[in-house]
Nanobody, 123 residues
Framework: QVQVIESGGGVVQAGDSLRLSCAAS????????VGWFRQAPGKERELVSS????????YYRDSVKARFTISRDNVKATVYLQMNSRKPKDTAVYYC????????????????WGQGTKVHVPS
């Protein structure tokens, strides 16, 4: 199993850039898809973006396309989520997890969740 630690959250102005990190503290992401999810208060957890560790293939939900960029660093065993042009609706706790299934798998198909990192975008 892979254990992860998320970091990089904070409070910044809408439209500014922010990069979240998902580092494998135990294990590796080989043969896995790594996903960034978010959960706002009173809302269900939703998939934001994901990446296939081996191939680099990516997925983005429609609401973040052209604004967020997911990437990986093989040496550091880390997946990043670059968040540009953020909007208040992006405010949520962001979680990292992995799955042996497809990039667009539902949250219940992902496992080894991190503790999350809070992102707040003021109105």
């Amino acid at each position: 199993q892979v254990q992860v630690i998320e970091s990089g959250g904070g409070v910044v102005q809408a439209g500014d850039s922010l990069r979240l990190s998902c580092a494998a503290s135990r294990g590796i992401f080989y043969n896995l898809a790594v996903g960034w999810f978010r959960q706002a208060p009173g809302k269900e957890r939703e998939l934001v973006s994901s990446i296939n560790w081996n191939t680099g293939t990516t997925y983005y939900r429609d609401s973040v396309k052209a604004r967020f960029t997911i990437s990986r660093d093989n040496v550091k065993a880390t997946v990043y989520l670059q968040m540009n042009s953020r909007k208040p609706k992006d405010t949520a706790v962001y979680y990292c997890a992995s799955t042996g299934q497809g990039l667009q798998s539902a949250p219940n198909k992902y496992a080894n969740w991190g503790q999350g990192t809070k992102v707040h975008v003021p109105s």
